[in-house]
């Protein structure tokens, strides 16, 4: 019985070691390369700013504010909305969305909408940031 166990043992040894040479083995060369896609709109980390709204949010707005990107060719990157002071009891941010990110008829925006849970409504001050950036 104790020559029956070694001899198992190499035997799986002698498997493993021939199954891990056949999946190596089993690699081709590597394919041609295929053709190039076309140019993007060539972008360099230089041409990336950000645009802020940064004003009192009060009924007047539609407790609103809109931040855009300079040109209607810029390419909107992301946008953001806050509060500089942190926002009143009772309020929130309730919606923010892009504007015009699927066209270039006018400078893509990103708006903001705050909202009242509870409370007194009470201006405040917002802030809403866009990030573009200049085609090349």
Do not use: H
């Not at 892009?98 to 990103?110: E, H, K």
């Amino acid at each position: 019985m104790n020559r029956i166990v070694p001899s198992l043992t190499n035997m799986l040894r002698i498997l493993l070691l021939l199954a891990s040479t056949l999946v190596v083995a089993c690699e081709g060369p590597a394919g041609k390369d295929g053709a190039p896609g076309p140019a993007g709109p060539g972008l360099r980390r230089g041409a990336a700013y950000c645009n802020g709204n940064s004003a009192e949010v009060n009924a007047g707005n539609g407790w609103s504010l809109t931040a855009s990107c300079t040109a209607a060719a810029d390419i909107p990157l992301e946008g953001f909305c806050f509060e500089p002071a942190g926002l009143p009891s009772g309020a929130a941010l309730v919606l923010e969305q892009p504007l015009g990110w699927d066209t270039t008829g006018g400078p893509a925006g990103w708006t903001c909408t705050w909202g009242w849970i509870s409370g007194t409504e009470t201006p405040f001050t917002g802030t809403a940031e866009i990030c573009c950036a200049t085609p090349q």
